[in-house]
Protein backbone atom coordinates (compact mmCIF):
# COMPACT_ATOMS: atom_id res chain seq x y z
CA UNK A 1 0.00 0.00 0.00
CA UNK A 2 1.36 3.10 -0.72
CA UNK A 3 2.15 5.78 1.54
CA UNK A 4 0.93 9.31 1.60
CA UNK A 5 1.93 12.30 1.95
CA UNK A 6 0.09 14.17 4.74
CA UNK A 7 -0.21 17.69 4.36
CA UNK A 8 -1.63 17.81 0.57
CA UNK A 9 -5.03 20.00 0.65
CA UNK A 10 -7.06 20.44 -2.39
CA UNK A 11 -7.13 24.04 -3.19
CA UNK A 12 -9.23 23.29 -6.78
CA UNK A 13 -10.51 21.45 -9.69
CA UNK A 14 -10.16 21.95 -13.64
CA UNK A 15 -11.42 20.06 -16.49
CA UNK A 16 -8.70 19.07 -19.20
CA UNK A 17 -10.71 18.47 -22.71
CA UNK A 18 -8.72 16.35 -25.58
CA UNK A 19 -9.68 15.43 -29.04
CA UNK A 20 -11.22 11.70 -27.54
CA UNK A 21 -11.68 12.48 -23.49
CA UNK A 22 -11.76 14.73 -21.37
CA UNK A 23 -9.90 14.59 -17.56
CA UNK A 24 -10.93 15.98 -14.37
CA UNK A 25 -7.37 17.55 -12.37
CA UNK A 26 -6.95 18.29 -8.75
CA UNK A 27 -5.03 21.20 -8.13
CA UNK A 28 -3.33 20.18 -5.22
CA UNK A 29 -1.34 22.38 -1.94
CA UNK A 30 2.17 20.95 -0.48
CA UNK A 31 3.65 22.60 2.80
CA UNK A 32 7.19 21.91 1.56
CA UNK A 33 6.35 21.95 -2.23
CA UNK A 34 5.21 23.81 -5.39
CA UNK A 35 0.89 23.10 -5.81
CA UNK A 36 0.88 19.78 -8.43
CA UNK A 37 -1.91 18.74 -10.90
CA UNK A 38 -3.29 15.28 -10.08
CA UNK A 39 -5.20 13.29 -11.93
CA UNK A 40 -8.88 12.70 -10.61
CA UNK A 41 -11.01 10.80 -13.31
CA UNK A 42 -11.17 10.62 -16.70
CA UNK A 43 -14.34 9.86 -18.93
CA UNK A 44 -15.69 10.24 -22.22
CA UNK A 45 -18.20 13.15 -21.84
CA UNK A 46 -16.86 16.59 -21.25
CA UNK A 47 -20.06 17.73 -20.17
CA UNK A 48 -20.22 14.92 -17.19
CA UNK A 49 -16.27 15.60 -16.41
CA UNK A 50 -17.07 19.25 -16.36
CA UNK A 51 -20.19 18.61 -13.43
CA UNK A 52 -17.43 16.95 -12.03
CA UNK A 53 -15.34 19.02 -11.12
CA UNK A 54 -18.26 22.27 -10.05
CA UNK A 55 -19.12 19.65 -7.76
CA UNK A 56 -16.00 18.99 -6.44
CA UNK A 57 -15.55 22.62 -6.44
CA UNK A 58 -18.78 22.97 -4.59
CA UNK A 59 -17.57 20.98 -2.02
CA UNK A 60 -14.33 22.24 -1.18
CA UNK A 61 -15.86 25.75 -0.84
CA UNK A 62 -18.85 24.15 1.26
CA UNK A 63 -21.11 25.55 -1.28
CA UNK A 64 -23.50 22.73 -1.01
CA UNK A 65 -23.72 19.54 -2.96
CA UNK A 66 -25.64 16.84 -1.75
CA UNK A 67 -24.76 13.18 -1.19
CA UNK A 68 -28.19 13.06 -3.83
CA UNK A 69 -25.90 15.14 -6.03
CA UNK A 70 -23.18 12.93 -6.07
CA UNK A 71 -25.10 9.71 -6.61
CA UNK A 72 -26.90 11.56 -9.38
CA UNK A 73 -24.02 12.22 -11.26
CA UNK A 74 -21.96 9.00 -10.02
CA UNK A 75 -25.08 6.59 -12.23
CA UNK A 76 -24.02 8.53 -14.69
CA UNK A 77 -20.18 7.36 -15.37
CA UNK A 78 -19.42 4.60 -16.19
CA UNK A 79 -18.28 2.33 -13.09
CA UNK A 80 -14.43 3.04 -12.87
CA UNK A 81 -14.45 6.88 -13.24
CA UNK A 82 -17.65 6.96 -10.84
CA UNK A 83 -15.64 5.04 -8.20
CA UNK A 84 -12.96 7.84 -9.11
CA UNK A 85 -15.62 10.78 -8.35
CA UNK A 86 -16.14 9.01 -4.88
CA UNK A 87 -13.08 8.83 -3.94
CA UNK A 88 -12.46 12.32 -4.82
CA UNK A 89 -15.32 13.25 -2.82
CA UNK A 90 -14.48 11.82 0.54
CA UNK A 91 -11.07 12.92 0.62
CA UNK A 92 -12.52 16.75 -0.67
CA UNK A 93 -14.95 16.45 2.41
CA UNK A 94 -12.13 15.23 4.22
CA UNK A 95 -9.90 18.53 3.17
CA UNK A 96 -6.60 16.44 2.55
CA UNK A 97 -5.59 15.06 -0.48
CA UNK A 98 -3.03 12.05 -1.03
CA UNK A 99 -0.11 12.20 -2.58
CA UNK A 100 2.31 9.39 -2.99
CA UNK A 101 5.42 9.68 -1.26
CA UNK A 102 8.68 10.41 -3.08
CA UNK A 103 6.27 11.92 -5.76
CA UNK A 104 7.45 15.42 -4.70
CA UNK A 105 11.10 17.02 -4.09
CA UNK A 106 12.36 19.32 -1.10
CA UNK A 107 11.56 22.81 -2.46
CA UNK A 108 13.51 25.44 -0.18
CA UNK A 109 11.59 28.71 0.19
CA UNK A 110 12.22 30.71 -2.95
CA UNK A 111 11.20 33.45 -4.68
CA UNK A 112 10.19 31.73 -7.84
CA UNK A 113 9.96 35.17 -10.03
CA UNK A 114 6.44 36.01 -9.80
CA UNK A 115 7.06 36.63 -6.27
CA UNK A 116 7.49 34.63 -2.94
CA UNK A 117 6.22 31.35 -2.42
CA UNK A 118 3.58 31.37 0.18
CA UNK A 119 2.55 28.08 2.13
CA UNK A 120 -0.82 26.18 2.04
CA UNK A 121 -2.16 27.66 5.21
CA UNK A 122 -0.87 31.11 4.29
CA UNK A 123 -3.65 33.06 6.55
CA UNK A 124 -3.44 35.74 3.58
CA UNK A 125 -4.57 33.29 1.22
CA UNK A 126 -7.81 33.35 0.36
CA UNK A 127 -8.74 30.09 -1.62
CA UNK A 128 -11.88 30.96 -2.85
CA UNK A 129 -10.18 34.66 -4.27
CA UNK A 130 -12.17 37.00 -5.84
CA UNK A 131 -13.15 37.71 -9.55
CA UNK A 132 -9.90 40.20 -10.06
CA UNK A 133 -7.17 38.70 -8.03
CA UNK A 134 -6.37 35.14 -7.82
CA UNK A 135 -5.06 33.62 -4.29
CA UNK A 136 -1.45 34.18 -5.02
CA UNK A 137 -2.09 37.98 -5.46
CA UNK A 138 -2.12 37.59 -9.78
CA UNK A 139 -5.47 38.62 -11.73
CA UNK A 140 -7.29 36.19 -12.30
CA UNK A 141 -7.69 36.41 -15.86
CA UNK A 142 -11.44 35.01 -16.94
CA UNK A 143 -13.64 34.73 -13.70
CA UNK A 144 -15.43 31.20 -12.96
CA UNK A 145 -19.03 30.81 -14.91
CA UNK A 146 -17.93 34.34 -16.48
CA UNK A 147 -21.60 35.54 -18.84
CA UNK A 148 -20.30 37.83 -21.65
CA UNK A 149 -20.83 40.98 -20.21
CA UNK A 150 -18.66 40.04 -17.12
CA UNK A 151 -16.03 39.40 -19.47
CA UNK A 152 -12.94 42.57 -19.68
CA UNK A 153 -11.75 41.34 -23.03
CA UNK A 154 -13.01 40.41 -26.73
CA UNK A 155 -14.41 36.80 -26.63
CA UNK A 156 -14.09 34.79 -30.16
CA UNK A 157 -15.84 32.00 -31.28
CA UNK A 158 -14.64 29.59 -33.77
CA UNK A 159 -16.41 27.13 -35.23
CA UNK A 160 -14.93 24.39 -37.52
CA UNK A 161 -15.77 21.54 -39.64
CA UNK A 162 -13.80 19.17 -40.60
CA UNK A 163 -13.92 15.74 -42.50
CA UNK A 164 -12.08 12.69 -42.88
CA UNK A 165 -11.77 9.74 -44.94
CA UNK A 166 -9.92 6.93 -43.17
CA UNK A 167 -8.24 4.77 -45.88
CA UNK A 168 -6.36 2.75 -43.80
CA UNK A 169 -7.35 2.29 -40.31
CA UNK A 170 -4.29 0.12 -39.45
CA UNK A 171 -2.06 3.35 -39.98
CA UNK A 172 -4.41 5.76 -38.31
CA UNK A 173 -4.42 3.90 -35.41
CA UNK A 174 -0.71 3.13 -35.01
CA UNK A 175 -0.20 6.59 -35.68
CA UNK A 176 -2.27 8.10 -32.93
CA UNK A 177 -1.13 5.33 -30.35
CA UNK A 178 2.44 6.61 -31.38
CA UNK A 179 1.08 9.98 -30.48
CA UNK A 180 0.18 9.25 -27.11
CA UNK A 181 -3.69 8.20 -28.04
CA UNK A 182 -5.03 5.28 -26.10
CA UNK A 183 -8.55 3.87 -27.24
CA UNK A 184 -11.85 4.22 -24.78
CA UNK A 185 -13.01 1.05 -23.35
CA UNK A 186 -14.53 -1.62 -24.94
CA UNK A 187 -17.66 -1.16 -23.03
CA UNK A 188 -17.90 2.65 -24.13
CA UNK A 189 -17.54 2.10 -27.44
CA UNK A 190 -20.10 2.01 -30.08
CA UNK A 191 -20.95 -1.07 -31.89
CA UNK A 192 -20.38 0.39 -35.55
CA UNK A 193 -16.94 1.79 -34.13
CA UNK A 194 -15.37 -0.92 -31.90
CA UNK A 195 -11.32 0.15 -32.45
CA UNK A 196 -12.72 4.15 -31.96
CA UNK A 197 -11.57 5.78 -35.52
CA UNK A 198 -13.56 8.21 -34.48
CA UNK A 199 -11.30 8.85 -31.22
CA UNK A 200 -7.97 8.07 -32.99
CA UNK A 201 -9.30 10.83 -35.84
CA UNK A 202 -10.12 13.70 -32.96
CA UNK A 203 -6.81 12.84 -31.40
CA UNK A 204 -4.66 13.29 -34.24
CA UNK A 205 -6.58 16.75 -35.70
CA UNK A 206 -6.89 17.86 -32.29
CA UNK A 207 -2.94 17.86 -31.91
CA UNK A 208 -2.27 19.67 -35.37
CA UNK A 209 -0.73 16.27 -36.31
CA UNK A 210 -1.01 14.64 -40.30
CA UNK A 211 -4.31 12.31 -39.76
CA UNK A 212 -2.04 9.54 -41.33
CA UNK A 213 -4.28 6.93 -42.57
CA UNK A 214 -7.00 8.93 -43.81
CA UNK A 215 -7.55 11.96 -46.55
CA UNK A 216 -9.28 15.22 -45.70
CA UNK A 217 -12.51 15.73 -47.21
CA UNK A 218 -13.46 19.36 -45.66
CA UNK A 219 -11.72 21.59 -43.63
CA UNK A 220 -14.04 24.77 -42.68
CA UNK A 221 -13.52 27.32 -40.32
CA UNK A 222 -16.13 30.24 -39.08
CA UNK A 223 -15.01 33.04 -36.66
CA UNK A 224 -16.93 36.23 -34.90
CA UNK A 225 -16.47 37.99 -32.10
CA UNK A 226 -18.91 37.85 -29.60
CA UNK A 227 -20.96 41.13 -28.83
CA UNK A 228 -23.59 41.57 -26.07
CA UNK A 229 -25.20 44.83 -27.30
CA UNK A 230 -25.98 42.28 -30.85
CA UNK A 231 -27.91 39.59 -28.42
CA UNK A 232 -24.46 37.49 -28.27
CA UNK A 233 -23.60 35.48 -24.89
CA UNK A 234 -21.11 32.43 -24.09
CA UNK A 235 -22.04 29.23 -25.06
CA UNK A 236 -22.43 27.66 -21.28
CA UNK A 237 -24.88 31.04 -20.24
CA UNK A 238 -26.82 30.68 -23.93
CA UNK A 239 -30.57 30.54 -23.88
CA UNK A 240 -30.53 29.26 -27.16
CA UNK A 241 -28.56 25.82 -28.67
CA UNK A 242 -25.11 27.61 -30.70
CA UNK A 243 -25.47 26.14 -33.93
CA UNK A 244 -23.14 27.31 -37.16
CA UNK A 245 -24.78 26.71 -40.56
CA UNK A 246 -21.62 26.53 -42.52
CA UNK A 247 -24.86 25.80 -46.17
CA UNK A 248 -25.57 22.89 -48.45
CA UNK A 249 -22.54 20.96 -49.87
CA UNK A 250 -21.78 22.83 -52.80
CA UNK A 251 -21.79 19.71 -55.09
CA UNK A 252 -25.00 19.05 -54.27
CA UNK A 253 -26.60 22.40 -55.57
CA UNK A 254 -23.92 22.05 -58.66
CA UNK A 255 -26.37 18.65 -59.32
CA UNK A 256 -29.65 20.43 -58.98
CA UNK A 257 -31.53 21.03 -62.12
CA UNK A 258 -33.29 23.60 -63.06
CA UNK A 259 -36.57 24.04 -60.73
CA UNK A 260 -35.46 21.58 -57.85
CA UNK A 261 -35.80 23.17 -54.76
CA UNK A 262 -34.55 22.48 -51.31
CA UNK A 263 -37.49 22.75 -48.52
CA UNK A 264 -35.15 23.33 -45.62
CA UNK A 265 -33.63 26.15 -47.22
CA UNK A 266 -34.18 29.47 -46.16
CA UNK A 267 -35.10 31.34 -49.21
CA UNK A 268 -34.34 35.17 -49.29
CA UNK A 269 -37.90 37.54 -49.77
CA UNK A 270 -36.58 40.42 -52.08
CA UNK A 271 -39.67 41.28 -52.51
CA UNK A 272 -40.08 42.28 -48.72
CA UNK A 273 -36.52 43.38 -48.89
CA UNK A 274 -36.71 45.55 -51.92
CA UNK A 275 -40.22 46.59 -51.87
CA UNK A 276 -40.45 49.42 -54.49
CA UNK A 277 -42.56 53.14 -53.78
CA UNK A 278 -45.32 53.25 -56.24
CA UNK A 279 -43.97 55.51 -59.13
CA UNK A 280 -45.03 59.50 -58.79
CA UNK A 281 -45.59 59.54 -62.35
CA UNK A 282 -44.50 57.47 -65.67
CA UNK A 283 -41.84 60.69 -66.97
CA UNK A 284 -38.43 58.96 -66.64
CA UNK A 285 -36.99 62.43 -66.30
CA UNK A 286 -39.54 63.46 -62.89
CA UNK A 287 -37.65 64.43 -59.75
CA UNK A 288 -40.18 63.41 -57.53
CA UNK A 289 -38.55 60.99 -55.06
CA UNK A 290 -40.98 58.23 -55.64
CA UNK A 291 -39.60 58.57 -59.18
CA UNK A 292 -35.92 58.19 -58.51
CA UNK A 293 -34.00 55.20 -59.69
CA UNK A 294 -35.08 51.89 -57.51
CA UNK A 295 -33.36 48.24 -56.66
CA UNK A 296 -35.57 46.22 -57.36
CA UNK A 297 -36.92 42.77 -56.23
CA UNK A 298 -35.70 41.39 -59.81
CA UNK A 299 -32.97 43.10 -60.08
CA UNK A 300 -31.95 42.20 -56.82
CA UNK A 301 -32.94 38.53 -56.92
CA UNK A 302 -30.85 38.06 -60.45
CA UNK A 303 -27.57 40.57 -58.86
CA UNK A 304 -27.92 37.84 -56.05
CA UNK A 305 -27.81 34.54 -58.30
CA UNK A 306 -24.99 36.21 -59.87
CA UNK A 307 -23.00 37.05 -56.82
CA UNK A 308 -24.02 33.47 -55.12
CA UNK A 309 -22.76 31.47 -58.19
CA UNK A 310 -19.58 33.98 -58.92
CA UNK A 311 -18.81 32.88 -55.12
CA UNK A 312 -19.24 29.25 -55.54
CA UNK A 313 -17.56 29.23 -58.71
CA UNK A 314 -14.34 31.18 -57.07
CA UNK A 315 -13.92 28.65 -53.99
CA UNK A 316 -13.70 25.78 -56.80
CA UNK A 317 -11.00 27.14 -59.22
CA UNK A 318 -9.21 28.34 -55.93
CA UNK A 319 -9.33 24.71 -54.32
CA UNK A 320 -7.87 23.34 -58.24
CA UNK A 321 -6.00 26.10 -58.56
CA UNK A 322 -3.97 26.34 -55.19
CA UNK A 323 -0.96 28.19 -55.54
CA UNK A 324 -0.39 27.64 -58.88
CA UNK A 325 0.56 30.98 -60.86
CA UNK A 326 -1.59 31.42 -64.16
CA UNK A 327 0.09 31.85 -67.65
CA UNK A 328 -1.78 34.55 -69.49
CA UNK A 329 -3.66 33.27 -73.13
CA UNK A 330 -3.18 29.23 -71.52
CA UNK A 331 -6.42 29.11 -69.66
CA UNK A 332 -8.83 29.69 -71.97
CA UNK A 333 -12.17 28.04 -70.77
CA UNK A 334 -10.69 27.00 -67.09
CA UNK A 335 -10.58 28.30 -64.08
CA UNK A 336 -13.15 30.89 -65.76
CA UNK A 337 -13.01 33.42 -62.27
CA UNK A 338 -9.44 33.96 -61.98
CA UNK A 339 -8.85 33.86 -65.88
CA UNK A 340 -11.22 36.97 -66.38
CA UNK A 341 -9.06 39.10 -63.91
CA UNK A 342 -6.25 41.21 -64.83
CA UNK A 343 -3.17 39.26 -65.63
CA UNK A 344 -1.52 41.35 -62.59
CA UNK A 345 -3.45 38.63 -60.88
CA UNK A 346 -2.45 35.77 -61.59
CA UNK A 347 0.54 35.02 -59.31
CA UNK A 348 -1.94 35.28 -56.90
CA UNK A 349 -2.01 32.20 -54.29
CA UNK A 350 -4.82 30.02 -52.75
CA UNK A 351 -5.46 32.55 -49.36
CA UNK A 352 -5.86 35.71 -52.39
CA UNK A 353 -8.22 33.57 -54.26
CA UNK A 354 -10.27 32.29 -50.90
CA UNK A 355 -10.75 35.94 -49.95
CA UNK A 356 -11.61 37.14 -53.86
CA UNK A 357 -14.38 34.21 -53.22
CA UNK A 358 -15.98 35.97 -50.15
CA UNK A 359 -15.70 39.09 -51.54
CA UNK A 360 -18.73 38.05 -54.19
CA UNK A 361 -19.97 36.02 -50.83
CA UNK A 362 -20.18 39.61 -48.61
CA UNK A 363 -21.96 41.69 -51.57
CA UNK A 364 -24.80 38.66 -51.89
CA UNK A 365 -24.95 39.21 -47.90
CA UNK A 366 -25.07 43.38 -48.58
CA UNK A 367 -28.46 42.00 -50.76
CA UNK A 368 -29.54 39.21 -48.28
CA UNK A 369 -29.97 41.96 -45.41
CA UNK A 370 -31.44 44.43 -47.90
CA UNK A 371 -29.12 46.76 -48.72
CA UNK A 372 -27.04 47.76 -51.82
CA UNK A 373 -23.95 46.09 -52.77
CA UNK A 374 -21.35 48.15 -51.77
CA UNK A 375 -18.13 47.62 -52.23
CA UNK A 376 -15.40 47.99 -49.47
CA UNK A 377 -12.20 47.27 -51.18
CA UNK A 378 -10.59 46.73 -54.80
CA UNK A 379 -11.62 42.89 -54.95
CA UNK A 380 -15.19 43.33 -54.42
CA UNK A 381 -15.05 46.14 -56.82
CA UNK A 382 -14.15 43.85 -59.23
CA UNK A 383 -16.82 40.66 -57.87
CA UNK A 384 -19.57 43.39 -58.38
CA UNK A 385 -18.56 44.22 -62.15
CA UNK A 386 -18.35 40.24 -62.42
CA UNK A 387 -21.40 39.83 -60.84
CA UNK A 388 -23.22 42.92 -63.07
CA UNK A 389 -21.96 40.86 -66.25
CA UNK A 390 -23.29 37.82 -65.20
CA UNK A 391 -26.55 39.13 -64.35
CA UNK A 392 -27.07 40.67 -67.98
CA UNK A 393 -26.61 37.14 -69.18
CA UNK A 394 -28.98 35.61 -66.62
CA UNK A 395 -31.29 38.00 -67.99
CA UNK A 396 -31.18 37.68 -71.36
CA UNK A 397 -31.05 33.67 -71.03
CA UNK A 398 -34.45 34.05 -68.50
CA UNK A 399 -37.96 32.75 -69.92
CA UNK A 400 -41.33 32.95 -68.27
CA UNK A 401 -41.15 29.54 -66.84
CA UNK A 402 -37.19 28.67 -66.44
CA UNK A 403 -37.91 30.22 -62.49
CA UNK A 404 -41.15 30.65 -60.95
CA UNK A 405 -39.92 32.39 -57.74
CA UNK A 406 -38.48 35.25 -59.79
CA UNK A 407 -41.46 35.36 -61.87
CA UNK A 408 -43.52 35.86 -58.76
CA UNK A 409 -41.85 38.63 -57.93
CA UNK A 410 -43.24 42.33 -58.82
CA UNK A 411 -42.96 43.93 -62.13
CA UNK A 412 -41.29 47.21 -61.99
CA UNK A 413 -39.85 50.15 -64.67
CA UNK A 414 -36.95 49.85 -63.29
CA UNK A 415 -36.20 46.17 -63.09
CA UNK A 416 -32.95 44.41 -65.21
CA UNK A 417 -31.31 48.71 -65.72
CA UNK A 418 -27.99 47.51 -65.01
CA UNK A 419 -26.36 50.48 -66.42
CA UNK A 420 -28.10 52.23 -62.88
CA UNK A 421 -26.35 49.66 -60.96
CA UNK A 422 -22.90 50.45 -62.04
CA UNK A 423 -23.40 54.09 -61.92
CA UNK A 424 -25.34 53.91 -58.11
CA UNK A 425 -22.82 51.08 -56.78
CA UNK A 426 -19.36 52.02 -57.78
CA UNK A 427 -17.25 54.94 -56.20
CA UNK A 428 -15.31 55.11 -59.12
CA UNK A 429 -14.09 52.36 -62.32
CA UNK A 430 -10.72 53.01 -61.65
CA UNK A 431 -10.01 48.95 -61.30
CA UNK A 432 -11.38 48.38 -64.96
CA UNK A 433 -8.33 50.51 -65.96
CA UNK A 434 -6.19 47.23 -65.22
CA UNK A 435 -7.02 45.29 -68.32
CA UNK A 436 -6.12 48.68 -70.72
CA UNK A 437 -2.16 47.65 -72.07
CA UNK A 438 -1.55 51.42 -72.40
CA UNK A 439 -1.75 51.71 -68.73
CA UNK A 440 0.43 48.87 -67.56
CA UNK A 441 2.06 49.76 -64.04
CA UNK A 442 -1.03 52.14 -63.10
CA UNK A 443 -1.34 49.84 -60.38
CA UNK A 444 1.58 51.38 -58.47
CA UNK A 445 0.47 54.19 -55.99
CA UNK A 446 4.41 55.47 -56.63
CA UNK A 447 3.83 56.19 -60.64
CA UNK A 448 3.40 59.00 -62.06
CA UNK A 449 -0.01 58.63 -63.53
CA UNK A 450 -1.15 56.85 -60.51
CA UNK A 451 -0.54 59.59 -58.57
CA UNK A 452 -2.20 62.36 -61.08
CA UNK A 453 -5.54 60.29 -61.10
CA UNK A 454 -5.21 59.60 -57.67
CA UNK A 455 -6.23 56.10 -58.07
CA UNK A 456 -4.27 54.79 -54.84
CA UNK A 457 -2.72 51.30 -54.71
CA UNK A 458 -4.58 48.64 -57.11
CA UNK A 459 -1.23 46.41 -56.43
CA UNK A 460 -2.86 42.81 -56.21
CA UNK A 461 -1.28 42.91 -52.37
CA UNK A 462 -3.92 45.61 -52.33
CA UNK A 463 -6.80 44.43 -52.99
CA UNK A 464 -8.66 43.62 -49.56
CA UNK A 465 -7.09 46.93 -47.80
CA UNK A 466 -10.36 48.60 -46.88
CA UNK A 467 -11.15 51.82 -48.49
CA UNK A 468 -10.95 54.74 -46.02
CA UNK A 469 -14.66 56.38 -46.13
CA UNK A 470 -16.82 52.94 -45.28
CA UNK A 471 -17.58 50.80 -42.76
CA UNK A 472 -15.37 47.75 -43.12
CA UNK A 473 -16.44 44.00 -42.79
CA UNK A 474 -15.85 42.05 -39.85
CA UNK A 475 -12.29 40.72 -39.87
CA UNK A 476 -13.11 37.38 -38.18
CA UNK A 477 -16.08 36.61 -40.50
CA UNK A 478 -14.23 33.34 -41.52
CA UNK A 479 -15.22 31.62 -45.02
CA UNK A 480 -18.42 30.15 -45.76
CA UNK A 481 -16.17 27.05 -47.32
Known amino acids: MPLHHPTAVPRDFFCEHTASKSRVLALVGHQDGPDSLQAVLTCREPELAQRAAELLRALRSKSGASEEHVEQLCRQ ?30 WPAHSDGFGDRRPFDDPEVDLDGAEEEGTDGRVVRTPHHARLSDLAGPVVRLAVLREFHVHDRK ?28 GAVMWLADSGSEVEGADSLLDLGKARRLRSDEGHEV ?54 ESCLWQLTPRTADLLHTALAVLADE ?99 RDDYDFDACTDMFFQDTDVLMLYNARFDGIEDPDGETNQQIGMGDLRAAAWFNPFGNVKIRDPHRGFRR
Open 314 to 412: AYDDAAELGDERLVEGAHEGNWGVFARMPKLTFAADLQWRRRFARAADDLADDLEHGGWPQPTCTAEELALHFALDDARDLHDELGETDDPDHTALPVH
Open 171 to 198: ALLDAATDRGWSPLPASELDEDDPHDVV
Open 235 to 288: AQWSPKPVVEDFGRGWLHRASEQPGDSDPTEECVDFAALFASEPLHCDDPECED
Open 77 to 106: LPDAPAASLRQAVAHTRAGTWPSAAGSLFN
